[in-house]
């Protein structure tokens, strides 16, 4: 039976951050997995083809200049380079590299692995409806300011 009441939804409110929180941390214990951090893969895995930093930033919902600290440390241990920007003279596009992509790939079959792991442990919750409500309330937050 669906439930409209405000007590409930503050309830699963209070839920949704402690599986935040259990999340970034499982999400830092992967990245360490490769030798990285979380939020540096979370930049690895947002390049594709390569964005400016400022793209990055705004995909990922992050400050520029924190996403400009940690592209400036992959370049450095060379996992992304800079590279021209045809579509704009002054930002350059942040690529990763053979190594980061290899990097990358060392965290996404260690999440694959833990999701595996996960979901076998939560017998038959339905995932769809969960996303499906997950983004009613994401919609419904927006919207509320």
């Known amino acids: 039976m669906m439930s409209n009441d405000p007590g ?5 409110i209070h839920a949704i951050a402690k599986v935040n929180r259990l999340l970034r941390q499982a999400g830092e214990g992967l990245a360490s997995s490769a030798g990285q951090t979380h939020s540096r893969r979370m930049v690895l895995q947002t390049l594709g083809d390569g964005m400016s930093v ?3 930033a705004r995909r990922l919902g992050m400050q520029r200049q924190g996403v ?3 592209a400036d440390d992959l370049v450095r241990d060379g996992l992304a380079r800079y590279e021209e920007n045809p579509l704009h003279k002054r930002a350059k596009l942040l690529k990763a590299t053979p190594s980061g992509l290899r990097r990358l790939r060392e965290i996404e079959r260690a999440h694959a692995e ?11 919750a339905d995932w769809g409806a969960t996303r499906r409500d997950l ?8 919207d509320a300011g």
Not at 114 to 124: D, I, L, Q
Not at 135 to 142: I, K, S, V
Request: charged letters at 30%.
């Open 54 to 56: 400022a793209e990055t």
């Open 8 to 12: 409930e939804l503050d309830e699963v």
């Open 68 to 70: 400009q600290r940690i």
């Open 114 to 124: 833990w999701v595996g792991r996960v979901a076998a442990s939560t017998g038959g």
């Open 135 to 142: 983004e009613l309330l994401a919609e419904a937050l927006r």
